[in-house]
C-alpha cells in the first residue's frame, strides 16, 4: 500500500467508522510508505485490529503527531520504522505495550527532546535510530533498554553540559557493546560549554566539566566578605535608608490619628521655639533658615525670650506664649537640662500639654545626653509618647530631620496616654 496517496480517512470504513484492517488478524507486514496521514493521530485505533503485525513501515507520511494508543495491542509488532516524518515530539507511553519490539527508527524527524519514559516497556530493543533530529538533550536518567545493540544519535544539535552528563556516562558504559557509529558524527551544538562547541560529544568528559562546583566554594569563602560588605554600607548608608522607610511608610500607612480641630493659623502664634543662650547659635544657623526656606508661611514664630510679652512678668509671659501657641519646641543640651529655669519652662508646655491632652509638644535633642544626666520629667516625657527629633551632623540624617519637622507642624495629634505632672 505504499505511495498510494492514502489518507487517514482511507483507512477507516466510513459508514462504520471502523478501521479499515479490523478483521486482518494474520496480516504480517503493513507497510504505508509515502501516503499522506498527517492526522492519523485523530484517529489512534487505526491498527489496533493488528494483533500479528510484526511490521509496520510509516517511513515518509507527513506524520507531525503520534497519539497515545496509536500502536496499542500491537504486543508482537517487531520493526516500527517512522524516520522521515515531521515529528517534534513524542507522547512518553507512545511505545507502551511493544514488548518485542527489535528496531525503531525515527531518524529524519524533527523531536527536539526525548522523554524520560519513552522507551520504557520496550525491553527487547535492540536497533535505535535517532539521526538526524532537533534533538538537545536527552531527559535525566531516560531509561535505555540494556538489550541494545545499535544506537545512533548522530547529526543532533546535543547541548554539552552538565545537564547532560548522566547521558555521557551512559555512553562510556555501553561504549564496546553497542554499536554507536558514526561517532566523528555526534557532535556538540553551539549552546554546550564554550571549550566544547562543534566537538566531537566523546570529548565532554562530566568528571572534568560538572565536578565540584568551585564557584559554589569561592561563593561560600566570600559570602561573609559580602555579608560585611553590605553591613558596612547599610550603615553608611543608614540615614538614607531610614528616611525612604520612613517616607515608605508615610505612603502605606498615611495619617489615621485623631488631631485637634483647630489649624496653626487659629493660634495666635504658630511656633514657640525655646531654647538656653548657649544653642542660640543652633536656631540662628539651622532653624531660622529651615523655616525661611521650606515653611514661609509660618510668621507668627517666637524665637525665645527676647520676643515674650514685654508687659507681662516673666513665668507669665511664658505660660502666655505656651498656651497660644500651635506648637511649643524645645532644644535640649547639656547646658539647657543643667539650667533650673529651663527646666521650669519644660515642666510649664508638659502641665499645658496634659491640660489639653493634645501633643503640643516637641522635644530637640541638639546632643546626645547620657540617661544619668536627663531629669526624670524628659525621661517620662520619651518613656511615654516619644515625641522628640535628634539632630545629626551627617547631610542626610538631616534632611529625615526635617522631614519630620515639617510633619510634626501639620497639627496637633490628640494624646492616647496623659503624662503625669
Known amino acids: 500500500m505504499s505511495r498510494s496517496n492514502l489518507k487517514v480517512k482511507d483507512l477507516v470504513d466510513k459508514e462504520t467508522g471502523t478501521s479499515l484492517f479490523s478483521g486482518l488478524v494474520s496480516l504480517r507486514i503493513l507497510k504505508l510508505r509515502q501516503n499522506s496521514l498527517n492526522t492519523t493521530h485523530a484517529l489512534p485505533g487505526i491498527f489496533t485490529p493488528l494483533t500479528n503485525l510484526i511490521e509496520l513501515d510509516l517511513t515518509s507520511c507527513c506524520i507531525k503527531q503520534v497519539a497515545s494508543g496509536t500502536f496499542a495491542n500491537l504486543t508482537t509488532l517487531r520493526q516500527l520504522s517512522l524516520q522521515d516524518n515531521d515529528l517534534t515530539s513524542i507522547p512518553k507511553d507512545a511505545f507502551q505495550g511493544l514488548y518485542n519490539l527489535r528496531v525503531l527508527q525515527l531518524q529524519n524527524n524533527l523531536i527536539k527532546f526525548i522523554q524520560q519514559g519513552l522507551f520504557m516497556g520496550t525491553n527487547e530493543l535492540e536497533q535505535l535510530y535517532l539521526q538526524n533530529n532537533h534533538i538537545s538533550t536527552v531527559a535525566s536518567n531516560t531509561f535505555m533498554p540494556s538489550s541494545l545493540i545499535r544506537f545512533n544519535i548522530a547529526r543532533n544539535p546535543l ?22 557509529a558514526p561517532k566523528n558524527q555526534t557532535r556538540c551544538s553551539s549552546s554546550s560549554l564554550k571549550v566544547l562547541v562543534n566537538q566531537i560529544i566523546w570529548s565532554f568528559d562530566p568528571d572534568e566539566y560538572c ?20 553591613g558596612i554600607l547599610v550603615y553608611l548608608n543608614r540615614w538614607w535608608i531610614n528616611y525612604k522607610l520612613y517616607l515608605l511608610k ?41 523655616l525661611e526656606q521650606r515653611m514661609p508661611h509660618l510668621e507668627r514664630v517666637i524665637f525665645g525670650d527676647a520676643d515674650l510679652h514685654p508687659g507681662l512678668f516673666y513665668l507669665n509671659a511664658i505660660y502666655d506664649v505656651i498656651e497660644n501657641s500651635h506648637k511649643t519646641m524645645l532644644l535640649l543640651s547639656n547646658q539647657s537640662v543643667d539650667d533650673t529655669w529651663y527646666m521650669t519652662k519644660l515642666r510649664m508646655a508638659v502641665e499645658h500639654m496634659n491640660d489639653t491632652k493634645l501633643e503640643k509638644v516637641i522635644l530637640i535633642f541638639l546632643e546626645d545626653i547620657d540617661d544619668d544626666h536627663l531629669p526624670y520629667l524628659v525621661r517620662l516625657l520619651l518613656s511615654r509618647n516619644k515625641p522628640y527629633l535628634l539632630w545629626t551632623e551627617d547631610e542626610e540624617g538631616q534632611e529625615v530631620f526635617w522631614a519630620k519637622v515639617q510633619k510634626s507642624m501639620r497639627s496637633n495629634r490628640q494624646m492616647n496616654n496623659v503624662i503625669p505632672a
Open 159 to 180: 547541548t554539552c553540559d552538565c545537564q547532560l552528563a548522566w547521558f555521557r556516562q551512559w555512553l562510556n558504559e555501553v561504549e564496546g557493546k553497542i554499536d554507536l
Open 211 to 230: 565536578g565540584i562546583n568551585t564557584m559554589i566554594i569561592v561563593s561560600a569563602c566570600f559570602a561573609p566578605i559580602l555579608v560585611l560588605t553590605l
Open 250 to 290: 508615610l505612603a502605606i500607612v498615611g495619617y489615621h490619628e485623631i488631631t485637634e480641630d483647630r489649624n496653626p493659623e487659629d493660634y495666635e502664634f504658630q511656633l514657640n521655639l525655646m531654647f538656653h543662650e548657649d544653642d542660640e547659635w543652633w536656631v540662628n544657623d539651622c532653624m531660622k533658615p529651615f
